[in-house]
């Protein structure tokens, strides 16, 4: 039975000093592709809070191929580490490992900010997606290892700037994603076709960040259980990942899934689909299912994320064994000292009221399960207070004043 005060020994020799995860979270926050002051303030209020394992949001390894407008950027171009250094300290208070996650958009960077994006193959998203997201053209081989070489260079600057380690995003349909989804890579060359050839793209990743940065460096990864999707990413080939990756020294293996046409991993749509099949809903309801079903053949320690909310949920997940690391998102906004509210009052209870205006249309348009909780990392930077019962018609009118009707389309999960 393990204890979720408990320590977890990485294979790097870093000791994370309880089993709570935040999970990634775009900050959408940056000044000029930089973290300014209001990611020191954010990553104090996470780290004095109590949480083991601090995820950054996603950093992009490549200022020509952004997720969102205001997105970290850590390429070759940034000459001076001052401000990640500054990020990094404040994020490592209290003793709270702290690993950045390392994101290539490929195909998923909306309109706006891409004119014509990358991805394994030249496929667009269908409808609704399509009118958000450029059509892609396809990488050549040599801009394939180029990107590859960009996760390693993004990673040697963490290491510089102080971090612990990095996290690639190997999840929710961005790059990495791409290449292991049969629907979104239809290459024929030695990058696509065969579950080995797709999942070559993590594994260069991996090995070339390894050699860069050393054994002693976390790297772990974020993967989806399955894309849910008809000719995506499956959950048999999820499990054929995990084990590779388990095989070559992975420190920690993230578990979340879905994509930005199958949110699953914000834990709604699936459910809402009445068409979905129900072994499908199933798989999305048991990321900890996932984690039973892999963890006897694997030594890489698990963070699942995704759904958790209760103390009873937290206990059950450490207490089989199978899940290593507890993982949550959202909560983490609205309460910055969740994990030490977790370890010190078996009864504390988390209500969070689904993020919706009860208005089908404006629902669908408008993302508030991100746009409100990017306003509490926001007010969390500002060294403000999160404000758990914020009205969600108060936060729509915000997100429209503050990005304009563009913004509503350049926010992700
Ligand atoms: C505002 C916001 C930004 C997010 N940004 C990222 C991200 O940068 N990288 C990532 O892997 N997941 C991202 N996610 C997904 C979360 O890491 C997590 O998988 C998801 O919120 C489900 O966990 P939860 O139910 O505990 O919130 C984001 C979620 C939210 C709400």
């Not at 260079?153 to 971090?163: C, D, H, P, Q, V």
């Not at 070559?248 to 809402?272: N, R």
């Amino acid at each position: 039975m393990v204890d979720k005060n408990s320590n977890l020994v990485l294979r790097s020799g870093h000791t994370i000093k309880n089993r709570f995860g935040k999970s990634a979270m775009s900050e959408n926050m940056a000044t000029n592709f930089l973290p300014k002051e209001n990611f020191v303030n954010a990553y104090s209020a996470w780290a004095n809070g109590g949480v083991g394992l601090c995820i950054t949001g996603n950093v992009m390894i490549d200022r020509d191929h952004l997720g969102e407008f205001n997105n970290v950027v850590l390429d070759d171009q940034v000459k001076d580490l001052t401000l990640f250094s500054k990020w990094a300290q404040a994020g490592k208070a209290n003793d709270t490992t702290l690993v950045m996650q390392l994101n290539h958009p490929g195909k998923q960077t909306p309109k706006f900010l891409t004119n014509v994006p990358v991805a394994p193959s030249a496929i667009s998203f269908p409808p609704p997606m399509s009118s958000m997201f450029n059509t892609p053209r396809e990488l050549t081989e040599d801009e394939i290892v180029d990107i590859v070489k960009k996760f390693a260079t993004a990673s040697i600057l963490a290491k510089e700037a102080g971090f612990d380690g990095v996290q690639i995003h190997g999840a929710h349909g961005y790059l990495v994603s791409q290449f292991l989804s049969g629907k979104h890579n239809q290459r024929s060359d030695r990058w696509g076709g065969s579950l080995e050839n797709r999942m070559r793209f993590l594994m260069e990743i991996y090995k070339e960040i390894r050699k860069a940065v050393g054994v002693k460096f976390i790297v772990g990864v974020k993967l989806n259980s399955a894309d849910f999707q008809k000719g995506g990413f499956t959950e048999e080939e999820s499990m054929e990942v995990v084990k590779t990756l388990d095989k070559l020294g992975m420190d920690f293996i993230e578990i979340s899934g879905g994509t930005y046409e199958v949110s699953a991993m914000m834990g709604k749509e699936i459910k809402k689909d009445k068409s979905k099949k129900e072994s499908t809903q199933k798989r999305e309801a048991y990321f900890i299912n996932y984690a039973r079903k892999i963890n006897e053949f694997i030594e890489t320690p698990l963070m699942v994320t995704g759904g958790f909310r209760t103390s009873e949920t937290i206990k059950e997940a450490l207490g089989s064994g199978h899940v290593d690391i507890v993982g949550m998102g959202r909560p983490y906004t609205v309460y910055p000292d969740l994990a030490n509210r977790f370890i010190k009052d078996e009864g504390f209870v988390l209500e969070i009221a689904p993020k919706k205006t009860g208005i089908k249309i404006l629902d669908a348009a408008i993302p508030l399960e991100i746009t409100w909780y990017t306003q509490q990392i926001h007010r969390l930077g500002k060294k403000k207070s999160p404000r758990p019962n914020r009205n969600v018609w108060l936060s729509l009118v915000e997100t429209i004043f503050e990005l304009g009707t563009q913004g509503l389309k350049r926010t992700r999960g």
